[in-house]
């Protein structure tokens, strides 16, 4: 066992403070990573306050979007060496044998994939994210990170970035093609970047006028205000794919007559559609759907992808006593768009 320092929290209501945690030395196929950066996501402040069904577990390190280098490796390791830059997203093993492991849909686990943190893993020992110094996960769960890429900036690709890409992917958007991204903030900024380096027109869908110009500098063909009736109306079905990334309650009917026939919504933010006309779906045969993150090979595909089209995340890189005073931020939307703490400054 070796002792990391890491910063968690001791119970719903606590702050995020500095506090020990144990990780395993490398078994086997095991790589022991010196983390150098690790994003912060919107459900890092869910679990840490248990806000998601009583799950937590404490204490509690979250951290999903890690970025470090191997220090170590085990004995059988054989897809990465000591030195390499590499990438932890939101799980760190799965049941490897179930239909969805065999397809590398890992994150549809039928036994539940092993989150990163607020999880036990197969050695019974409760899982720790990012906000650490060190972590050990199986080669089989860990990214390899292009070198072109800033670190830091890359972070957030493994939540953010692969929850956009998948569903471009799995839908198959095409060049040319029209799709809209709902919401401007962590997750719909890389959706921006993504749906335009795959040469697809990505309209960003928002409700503040404000956020137009930011959009188009991410690399928007067009931003709609879904506050404009009239506008709303010209794009009436238009669109051949449509994300949604707003985690609150809002009029999903709206986004729904946006699509071409037999076209989808696909939801990401954890939200619950409520009032959806039927006839809206029936009429057109339009589909709404749900996409969690990616798998292993998936996620490596969107890495390979962005390091060829040289795509990161915006941050805000901050010290890691700043971590509370950042959740803070976030929940006022005060971020553009991701903030990625600086590891090295955790002493
Ligand atoms: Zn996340
Ligand atoms: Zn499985």
Redesign the pocket.
């Known amino acids: 066992m070796t002792h990391t320092l890491a910063y968690g929290v001791q119970n719903a209501t606590a702050p995020v403070a500095p506090l020990r945690i144990e990780r395993r030395e490398p078994l086997a196929h095991d790589l022991a990573i010196d983390i150098l950066y690790c994003g912060i996501?919107?459900?890092?402040i869910h679990q840490a306050r248990n806000e998601w069904g009583g799950k937590s577990r404490y204490p509690m390190v979250p951290g999903?979007?890690i970025i470090g280098r191997v220090s170590k490796a085990g004995a059988g390791v054989t897809q990465f060496r000591v030195g390499d830059l590499v990438g932890v997203g939101?799980f760190v093993d799965s049941c490897r044998h179930c239909a969805a492991c065999a397809e590398g849909l890992e994150q549809y686990c039928e036994s539940g994939m092993i989150g990163t943190y607020n999880a036990i893993d197969p050695h019974g020992a409760p899982t720790f994210g990012g906000y650490s110094q060190r972590i050990t996960v199986d080669e089989n769960y860990v990214l390899r990170v292009p070198d072109n890429l800033d670190p830091a900036a890359a972070a957030p690709l493994l939540?953010?970035g692969i929850?956009l890409y998948s569903p471009l992917r799995h839908w198959n958007v095409q060049r040319g093609q029209k799709v809209g991204i709902v919401g401007l903030g962590g997750l719909g900024h890389m959706g921006v970047k993504l749906a335009a380096a795959m040469g697809a027109a990505g309209v960003m869908s928002t409700t503040s006028a404000h956020k137009a110009q930011d959009a188009q500098q991410l690399g928007a063909a067009a931003v709609l205000l879904s506050t404009d009736a009239a506008a709303m109306a010209k794009h009436a079905s238009s669109f051949d794919l449509i994300i949604d990334t707003v985690p609150v309650p809002h009029d999903l009917n709206a986004y729904i007559a946006l699509l071409k026939r037999d076209k989808t919504l696909v939801l990401v933010g954890p939200l619950d559609p409520v009032g959806v006309h039927g006839a809206n779906l029936i009429m057109q045969r339009r589909h709404i759907a749900g996409s969690l993150i990616g798998g292993i090979a998936q996620t490596q595909e969107m890495l390979d992808f962005c390091g060829k089209h040289n795509i990161v995340s915006d941050i805000e890189i901050i010290q890691a006593n700043a971590i509370n005073a950042a959740y803070e931020r976030m929940l006022n939307s005060d971020v553009k768009y991701r903030f990625v703490i600086d590891i090295a400054s955790m002493r």
């Open positions: 996501c919107h459900s890092d999903h979007e939101c939540c953010a929850t």
